[in-house]
């Protein structure tokens, strides 16, 4: 079977003659279902890859498969009927009902001079159902909070009905309630089979996720695997040059925390 | 619980149907008063005889009465409803898609452009035809020099489209002060400088032919694509996130609205201030969703230049050139709509 997401060997710089390579060689696969967190530092090119793969931002070289078909040959309608992209949160213009800006995520699916019919507008509905903001679809998207918006996004995506999710940064700007509702949707989301690509400044949220864990550094994914395996003192150490300690939480069944620390050797346990 | 209020209302949201039905019935008795009043009043009865007598032959009619209806206001008041309404859509549609409720139509320098073409026409010949086809070529290439410019710089943001259109304004209104600097004062520049002020003073049948389908074609395009404006005006990223080919649906959009500031200036010279403020009197009306906007703008912006244009041809014996007359009623009005809240734009 196809993956959803292929990545081959993808490396990207803005076109501009002369300008520094963003990333280059990074390779992944996403399968049905499964979850990928990138980490790594500011301007390694997170939301550069995603953008790459939604589309908006064309690579130098290098394929994305979604589908198993290429990326480069397929209309922007078709392309995001397959992958969903929720951007990092921004105030929009005009005060459209959240209704009426979730069910733009119906555009792939219709024709150039048609707008939504009863139908959209249910799917519309369910996706708001699914992550909780039923009772905001009456209310301008212009007077509600951070977090609410950031769900109004994603129901966008979801009204696209794609099989590939990709989000950036969800959870940053969020109060700590709004963060575990971003991350509780996104789990719910996988078990329903969405693929989902997420970047994320926060390890913890890679733990709690449990999927695979992409480490954005070097001008590449460094390095890839469980969280488990990616989030260690070590390469956080060489990541981010900042002192970590990562521990299982007492009393759990070995969830692991990564937890900061502003000098060495001072286990807070202790 | 946040203090704001659950829900927005826009009246004519709720009321979409009655709102329709009151703004036509607003411009049909607009268009009947119009045809009706001037210095030759005309009867409502003799008004529908002489639309008629194409069809019915009405002996009563005195051939007089016939050709001040036919001949003289009819063109003209069609002329003004199409104009109204299509400035009003082209300045909705500009206002999404350049996400600025201060857009209006000719912001990517198409009335600096015609009315430069308009000039120079006027400089060289009497002929009217000739005239109008400067304006409105010369409309259609200075939004084509814009885009160029903007094409130059690699980021082609909609921000660098926007400044490249205030250059060539700049620029072709300066090619206007010169064509109006060597024309002969006694009889070319009053002329150049009338045509510039906006009138539907000498619209004829003729008129019509040409710029009527051109108007007509752009509010049906722009109207077509009415909720596609509502996906662009998220922002380009998300657009084509959401698998809107952005750079084509722009085009679209641009040549549209372009194609309407030119052919409006090509028969009645720079009337401005509509484009700019109809679509926020619409919004105040039904709030942002382009897609009830649209047409809500056309019937505001066609009921009002056509009452407009009736005072300007009414109220003194001279004609009052029209341009004058939006501008000085719509600076007001739009510093009074900027300064109520809900306009439909975030606060």
Redesign the interface.
């Known amino acids: 079977m196809t993956k959803p997401l292929t990545v081959s060997d993808l490396s990207f710089r803005y076109?501009?003659k002369g300008e520094a390579t963003i990333f280059s060689g990074v390779t992944f696969s996403l399968g049905k279902g499964e979850i990928f967190c990138l980490i790594g530092p500011n301007g390694t090119g997170k939301s550069t890859l995603i953008?790459c793969i939604?589309?908006?931002l064309k690579a130098e070289s290098g394929a994305i498969h979604i589908d198993g078909e290429d990326l480069n040959t397929l209309?922007?309608?078709?392309?995001?009927?397959i992958v969903?992209?929720v951007?990092q949160s921004?105030?929009?213009?005009?005060?459209?009902?959240v209704k009426?800006?979730v069910v733009?995520?119906r555009?792939?699916h219709?024709g150039?001079?048609?707008?939504?019919s009863d139908d959209d507008m249910r799917i519309a509905l369910e996706a708001m159902n699914s992550v909780g903001i039923s009772h905001l679809a009456?209310?301008?998207c212009?007077?509600?909070?951070g977090g609410e918006y950031q769900l109004v996004l994603i129901a966008?995506a979801l009204t696209?009905q794609p099989r590939i999710l990709l989000l950036d940064e969800p959870t940053s700007h969020l109060d700590l309630g709004n963060q575990m509702k971003i991350l509780r949707t996104i789990k719910k989301l996988s078990t329903q089979g969405l693929s989902i690509l997420m970047a994320t400044h926060f390890p913890d949220h890679a733990f709690l996720l449990s999927g695979q864990v992409g480490m954005m550094m070097n001008k590449g994914i460094s390095r890839v695997g469980s969280a488990e395996e990616i989030i260690s003192k070590e390469i956080m150490q060489e990541a981010y040059d900042a002192e970590v300690c990562i521990m299982t939480l007492p009393g759990s069944s070995g969830r692991k925390i990564c937890v900061p620390m502003l000098s060495s050797g001072n286990d807070p346990v202790n | 619980m946040s203090k704001t209020p659950l829900k927005k209302e826009f009246w004519g949201k709720r009321n979409y149907s009655l709102l329709k039905t009151v703004l036509s019935l607003l411009l049909l008795s607009a268009t009947l008063i119009s045809l009706m009043v001037g210095r030759f009043e005309v009867p409502p009865f003799d008004i529908i005889s002489a639309i008629l007598s194409g069809f019915i032959p009405s002996p009563d009619l005195s051939p007089t009465v016939r050709s001040v209806i036919v001949d003289v206001r009819l063109p003209r008041v069609i002329a003004v409803i199409l104009v109204g309404a299509a400035l009003s859509v082209a300045g909705a549609a500009f206002q999404g898609l350049f996400r600025n409720p201060l857009v209006s139509p000719d912001i990517l320098g198409v009335s600096a452009g015609a009315g430069f073409g308009a000039a120079l026409a006027l400089l060289l010949t009497e002929n009217i035809f000739i005239t109008q086809s400067f304006a409105f070529l010369f409309g259609l290439i200075s939004v084509g020099l814009a885009y160029m410019i903007s094409r130059v710089y690699r980021v082609s943001s909609t921000l660098t489209l926007v400044l490249a259109g205030i250059v060539v304004a700049a620029l072709f209104q300066a090619l206007t002060s010169l064509v109006k600097y060597v024309a002969d004062p006694l009889n070319k520049l009053p002329a150049i400088v009338f045509w510039l002020m906006g009138s539907f003073n000498h619209i004829s049948n003729s008129d019509l032919m040409v710029a009527g389908p051109l108007l007509v074609g752009g509010i049906v395009i722009l109207y077509l694509v009415r909720w596609r404006i509502n996906v662009l005006s998220m922002g380009e990223e998300d657009a084509r996130a959401l698998g809107v080919d952005v750079r084509q649906q722009k085009a679209i959009i641009i040549m549209s609205a372009t194609i309407i500031s030119a052919a409006a200036v090509s028969i009645c010279g720079i009337v401005g201030w509509i484009g700019l403020v109809i679509p926020h009197v619409g919004r105040i009306l039904v709030g942002p969703d382009h897609k009830l906007l649209i047409p809500i703008a056309a019937l505001v912006g066609a009921s009002y230049l056509l009452i407009v244009d009736t005072v300007a041809r009414t109220v003194t014996v001279t004609e009052i050139p029209i341009g004058i007359i939006t501008a000085l009623v719509g600076a007001p009005v739009f510093a009074y709509l900027l300064r109520k809240t809900q306009t439909g734009w975030k606060q």
């Open positions: 076109q501009a953008k939604a589309g908006l209309s922007p309608a078709r392309s995001a009927r969903g992209y951007p921004h105030t929009p213009s005009f005060p459209f009902p009426d800006v733009m995520g555009s792939p219709l150039m001079l048609s707008s939504p009456e209310r301008p212009t007077d509600i909070s966008r696209q």
